[in-house]
């Protein structure tokens, strides 16, 4: 797939039953792992779920065919959730881990779901094959027809064991910029990107505003790259700054229209490095969001 072939707003599926006013949203302390509350309870027990009104197995029956093949060579996965934002995963077979690869194994269709639940979590599953082909599937929190709709549906119950394999940043837990503690500078709560080079860390920018943070932490001391995946409209900026936040040591370069923005960099020592993400001014901060605020970010070691 290429890097701009899924739009974000192809991600969110279906309009939901019911809109939820964000000032209720829950502060979430961990919000990086891609499973997101994605448990499911009483699942197994082989009984219908009156909600869902799916019967589950311990065994489940694959009805629409296998979804990993021998020739399947990439696994691209989009997360959304109103109150979460997005996240995502795009990784080739050939970094696939041993893990990783026996969960895509076990990824099994089931039929369509009949019942909703308003704002749960969503997946958007794209499978690239060794002849150029690619195939689209669609799975929910729950079992529960929610987004992405006229896709087979895999089971949440199998595709959970592949999401356990990473942990990768949603953009709206926390909420950027991240608030500051007792007046204190403004990464102090400022979330970790995940740093597997599948990871497609969800951020959430502000037009004109201050900027977003993320901690950066580097286990390998030698070069990396952190670039945009997906870049549209306003192109941002990145900063990336010492741990102490004190010292700039590296900036993108304005990019042209067909390159995405990104800093390659020494990271030597290893250690929890700063970067900042701001979109260029021209919008004034209390305008809030201005078209879309949610941008991924890829580490490449």
């Not at 020739?71 to 996240?87: D, K, L, M």
């Not at 502000?206 to 790259?225: E, L, M, N």
């Amino acid at each position: 797939m290429t890097d701009d072939a899924t739009s974000d707003a192809a991600l969110d599926g279906d309009a939901t039953e019911v809109t939820p006013d964000p000032s209720d949203a829950p502060v979430e302390d961990d919000a990086t792992d891609a499973t997101h509350d994605a448990t499911h309870d009483g699942v197994r027990d082989g009984t219908t779920d009156a909600i869902s009104g799916y019967t589950p197995t311990d065994s489940p029956i694959c009805q629409g065919g296998v979804v990993w093949k021998p020739t399947s060579s990439r696994i691209e996965i989009r997360a959304f959730n109103f109150w979460s934002g997005v996240s995502g995963y795009l990784q080739d077979r050939q970094r696939l881990t041993a893990a990783q690869l026996a969960a895509l194994d076990g990824l099994c269709i089931i039929p369509t779901p009949t019942n909703r639940l308003a704002d749960g979590m969503t997946y958007r599953i794209i499978v690239s094959d060794d002849d150029g082909t690619q195939t689209s599937y669609r799975a929910s929190q729950g079992n529960f027809l929610e987004g992405n709709e006229g896709l087979p549906t895999i089971d949440i119950n199998t595709l959970d064991p592949f999401l356990a394999t990473f942990k990768c940043l949603f953009s709206r837990a926390p909420s950027q910029p991240p608030p500051p503690v007792d007046g204190g500078p403004p990464w102090t709560r400022a979330p970790e990107m995940g740093t597997d080079s599948g990871c497609l860390n969800g951020v959430d920018v502000r037009q004109g505003c201050v900027p977003s943070w993320v901690k950066v932490k580097v286990d390998t001391p030698r070069q990396h790259r952190i670039d945009v995946f997906e870049c549209t409209g306003s192109v941002p900026a990145l900063k990336l700054f010492s741990p102490d936040g004190t010292t700039e040591l590296a900036a993108s370069n304005p990019a042209p229209s067909s390159l995405c923005p990104y800093i390659a960099y020494n990271f030597d020592p290893a250690g929890t490095y700063l970067m900042s993400i701001e979109r260029p001014t021209g919008t004034a901060c209390d305008a809030g969001f201005v078209g879309n605020p949610d941008l991924y970010l890829r580490f490449q070691p």
